[in-house]
């Protein structure tokens, strides 16, 4: 299986961007699905994005279409996840998670369908 990396997170004014990149140890990366998942104090950890392991299918979170846009770049072994037009409800823990998917897997950005994790990046959205 894959080991999985955030880069740092950090502070990001309202209204700008940020790129948080996930990356990946393993030969195999290429078999997983990915997603980013926000975690905030008294909140269940909520998929933001998810991407296949063919980077052609992506879910994003209603909160957030518009504004996040998540790719892949197997060649690298990693993920990202462009942030733009942050607001301060984007603020919170970022995780990169993946899953081993078949190549006729449904998209699936729930937690509980993702087994490894990276530890977590902290966004801030300060003025």
């Known amino acids: 299986q894959v080991g999985l990396a955030e880069s740092w997170g950090g502070l990001v004014q309202p209204g700008g961007s940020l790129r948080l990149s996930c990356a990946a140890s393993g030969s195999t990366f290429s078999y997983y699905g990915v997603g980013w998942f926000r975690q905030t104090p008294g909140n269940e950890r909520e998929g933001v994005s998810c991407?296949?392991?063919?980077?052609?299918?992506?879910y994003y979170a209603d909160s957030v279409k518009g504004r996040f846009t998540i790719s892949r770049d197997n060649a690298k072994k990693t993920v990202y996840l462009q942030i733009d037009n942050v607001k301060p409800e984007d603020a919170g823990v970022y995780f990169c998670?993946?899953?081993?998917?078949?190549?006729?897997?449904?998209?699936?950005?729930?937690?509980?369908?993702?087994?490894?994790w990276g530890q977590g990046t902290q966004v801030t959205v300060s003025s």
């Open positions: 998670a993946a899953r081993r998917e078949i190549l006729t897997a449904r998209m699936a950005c729930a937690s509980d369908e993702y087994s490894i």
């Open positions: 991407i296949s392991r063919n980077g052609v299918t992506t």
